[in-house]
């Protein structure tokens, strides 16, 4: 199984015109993703890679109803327009991927999705794949290399940082340890989707044994999820890395959400919140794959398998 896509899922594509989203919809494609329609307002009748473009989301949900999707490539200006117009439409997904939108548009973004069925993801996410199934976003870079980056596997893996996505599939992979679906939640203050909803989804989902986990200073993600993890909210082993242990306070890391602020944040406490409840977290993240082996490894044994 896969969480959130699969070989049934039907996408759309919101700035389809612009030159990124061009790059991405050849990705989807080519990897196999069935992406049925385009948005950009003014644009309507165009084809873009052989897909169908509209005006609005609602005329293109008019003609192609299985649409569940919408991978949104807008400037960050736009993405708050962009996300209320896919979730007025009722699409159960969305892929938020500027970076940067503003943090008080996000915020009304996230409001306005708990307000109906709509999942949001990102912004500022790289998307998610779930290898040999289904890919959403700009994950992989290209076809050919998401299908040598991501294997099929028991392992779900969760990242904020969207490289380092695939780089913890990577270190998976060169132990033989492919995923069923590795999502990039986004590296911003204010993301759709946490690290506590991820978790939720994999523990729900039968054939995820393991998550693993890149995170990094900045925000309390990680804090949040020991407490979650406590409660038993996620019961599934857990292997994680966190980034930025020499990271100055006042001073971003990379990300708009990374940064230790009045001593809060810091990646040692939040692997050390996480060491607590009782996660494996490892201090160089080139060790994470191993780990995970020997981890899993354990687990079937203490279940018989």
């Known amino acids: 199984m896969a969480i959130l896509i699969d070989e049934s899922t039907a996408v759309m594509v919101q700035g389809i015109t612009g030159r990124e989203a061009q790059v991405r919809v050849r990705l989807m494609k080519e990897y196999g993703t069935s992406v049925v329609a ?17 005006n609005t989301v609602k005329e293109a949900v008019e003609n192609h109803p299985g649409v569940t999707v919408s991978a949104i490539f807008v400037p960050a200006r736009a993405a708050k327009v962009a996300a209320f117009e896919a979730i007025d439409a009722g699409l159960g997904l969305i892929t938020l991927h500027p970076e940067r939108v503003p943090q008080q548009d996000m915020l009304e973004v996230i409001s306005h999705a708990r307000g109906g069925d709509t999942r949001v ?6 998307g998610l794949v779930s290898p ?5 976003g700009m994950i992989g870079a ?28 990577y270190y998976l ?18 993301v759709g989707t946490t690290l506590i909803d991820v978790l939720t989804l994999f523990e729900e989902d039968s ?12 925000t309390s993600v990680e804090e949040d999820a ?19 242990r020499y990271a100055r306070p006042g001073v971003r890391f990379g990300h708009a959400g990374a940064m230790v602020s009045r001593g ?34 354990a687990e079937r044994a203490s279940r018989g398998q």
Request: include cysteine.
């Open 38 to 54: 385009g948005v950009t307002p003014g644009r309507g009748g165009m084809t873009v890679e052989g897909v169908p473009v509209y």
């Open 121 to 126: 993801i990102g912004p500022n996410t790289i």
């Open 132 to 136: 040999g199934k289904s890919l959403v």
């Open 142 to 169: 290209r076809a050919d290399l998401a299908r040598e980056f991501f294997k099929p596997g028991p392992v779900g893996v969760v990242s904020r940082s969207g490289g380092n996505t695939t780089t913890l599939c």
């Open 173 to 190: 992979n060169r132990v033989g340890l492919g995923q069923t679906t590795a999502i990039g939640i986004g590296g911003d203050a204010f």
């Open 207 to 218: 054939e995820t044994e393991m998550v693993a986990f890149f995170g990094e200073v900045g």
């Open 226 to 244: 020991s407490e979650f993890i406590k409660q038993g909210g996620f019961t599934k082993p857990l292997v994680g890395y966190v980034s930025g």
């Open 264 to 297: 809060l944040g810091t990646a040692q406490g939040k692997a050390a919140a996480l060491r607590e409840a009782g996660a494996n977290m490892v201090d160089h993240f080139g060790d994470i794959g191993e780990v995970a082996k020997k981890v899993l490894a």
